[in-house]
């Protein structure tokens, strides 16, 4: 599949600290998601980009669509110990078959 | 809300058993897609449906895996024989359509001794 760079791969961050994590790739997407991963549990979707260019937030997250359609970032404001997990990007290809190609995700842990 | 519904949730097999894992997609939801995470490659598209029709898994090894959906409300994915190298978890997803994004399962934890 398409390669995602996302980056950092982990981050130590104290509770009330803003966050950001990146992706990017060779590739332009038409979508770009990104999830959070909880211990056990399957992906959650947070945002989903769909425009160049796009900002969108969704409570303490905010995340934007790069210019290029090649990039995204994901900020996390005011963290709190439940922000504790791992972060995936992920961008679907507008092809026949809309395959989504994962990075391989930010895991991120909070000092209390 | 809405979920995608895995069973089983753990799975603990020997070598050479099958193993079928089994996935209930959103109602409505007309595409399902399989994937395997491990430490090592993180999340791997296996294959994926759309209104049932199988549309690509070029990333199963298809002489040990298969993946069906019966009807609309159930998806599987067996492994036959098994093989400590299957050790994931896999999970299901579904979408309403081609273009929205996808939800997940909890995944099922195979562990094959």
């Known amino acids: 599949g398409q390669q995602l760079n996302q980056s950092p791969q982990s981050m130590f961050i104290q509770e009330g600290e803003d966050v950001s994590m990146n992706c990017t790739s060779s590739s332009i997407f038409n979508t770009w998601l990104w999830y959070k991963q909880d211990p056990g549990e399957g992906p959650v979707l947070l945002i989903a980009l769909y425009k160049a260019g796009e900002l969108t937030s969704n409570g303490r997250l905010t995340a934007q669509f790069g210019i290029t359609r090649k990039d995204s970032f994901l900020n996390i404001s005011a963290s709190i110990p439940s922000d504790v997990g791992i972060y995936f990007c992920?961008?679907?290809?507008?092809?026949?078959?809309?395959?989504?190609?994962f990075g391989a995700g930010t895991t991120v842990t909070v000092r209390a | 809300d809405a979920r995608v519904t895995q069973t089983p949730r753990h799975k603990v097999t020997e070598m050479g058993q099958e193993v079928t894992m089994r996935c209930q997609p959103i109602l409505g939801h007309n595409t399902v897609f399989w994937y395997r995470q491990t430490m090592m490659q993180g999340l791997e598209l296996l294959a994926y449906f759309r209104n049932r029709a199988p549309l690509d898994d070029s990333g199963m090894p298809k002489d040990r895996f298969s993946a069906e959906m019966p009807d609309a409300t159930l998806a599987t994915l067996k492994i036959q024989p098994s093989e400590p190298r299957d050790s994931a978890v896999y999970f299901c997803?579904?979408?309403?359509?081609?273009?929205?994004?996808?939800?997940f399962g909890n995944g099922t934890r195979l562990t094959v001794t």
């Open positions: 992920a961008g679907q290809l507008q092809t026949a078959d809309y395959k989504l190609s």
């Open positions: 997803a579904s979408g309403l359509n081609f273009a929205s994004p996808l939800h």
